[in-house]
T-cell receptor, first 115, second 113 residues
């Protein structure tokens, strides 16, 4: 049981390049989330999904797109990377139905630098 | 607006007790979480409070007062490995966001020998 995994762990991009971050969870969780974490800003929600085939905007969605084609995977895309997107990206998942506590479990993070 | 306040930094001594406070102002309330985050790592779940009172889990306890919009995390018998950032997060109760958490900026705790 690996929990939440993220690929890649590190990446350096040039301005204007595109990339996709992959998140996978093996806990059969319904809900998945993408956050970015910057010094002094805390965790900020980019996009989230409440089930397979659904996505919704979070607090800071501009410049990012997401897809949830399979329940276990949640992809975060950067179409044209900008230096302002340099950050640590965390994926998380949670399972609400029937659970008293809807705890979010986090992946190890992807450290992205945009030059 | 919605807001969570925590002290930015705290320092304590190995073996001692430390209390990290969190105050919140949110649109509705449906639970408060505490997470621990070591430098360079992901946040990990510590505790959850939805009713007033104290929840104890080993060396860690968390307290909630909904009427005061206040919680604290109590760490006993501090160890060096407790040096980390402690994040307070609140889940509101509006239908559109009841799965989303509002995060504090975290309290960086340094435990000294």
């Amino acid at each position: 049981n690996a929990g939440v995994t993220q690929t890649p762990k590190f990446r350096v991009l040039k301005t204007g390049q595109s990339m996709t971050l992959l998140c996978a969870q093996d806990m059969n969780h319904e809900y998945m989330y993408w956050y970015r974490q910057d010094p002094g800003m805390g965790l900020r929600l980019i996009h989230y999904s409440v089930g397979e085939g659904t996505t919704a905007k979070g607090e800071v969605p501009d410049g990012y797109n997401v897809s949830r084609l399979k329940k276990q995977n949640f992809l975060l895309g950067l179409e044209s990377a900008a230096p302002s997107q340099t950050s640590v990206y965390f994926c998380a998942s949670s399972n609400a139905p029937g659970r008293r506590v809807d705890t979010q479990y986090f992946g190890p993070g992807t450290r992205l630098t945009v030059l | 607006g919605q807001n969570i306040d925590q002290p930015t930094e705290m320092t304590a001594t190995e073996g001692a007790i430390v209390q990290i406070n969190c105050t919140y102002q949110t649109s509705g309330f449906n639970g408060l979480f505490w997470y621990q985050q070591h430098a360079g790592e992901a946040p990990t779940f510590l505790s959850y409070n939805v009713l007033d009172g104290l929840e104890e889990k080993g060396r860690f306890s968390s307290f909630l007062s909904r009427s005061k919009g206040y919680s604290y995390l109590l760490l006993k018998e501090l160890q060096m490995k407790d040096s980390a950032s402690y994040l307070c997060a609140v889940r509101g109760q509006n239908a559109g966001n009841n799965r989303k958490l509002i995060w504090g900026l975290g309290t960086s705790l340094a435990v000294n020998p």
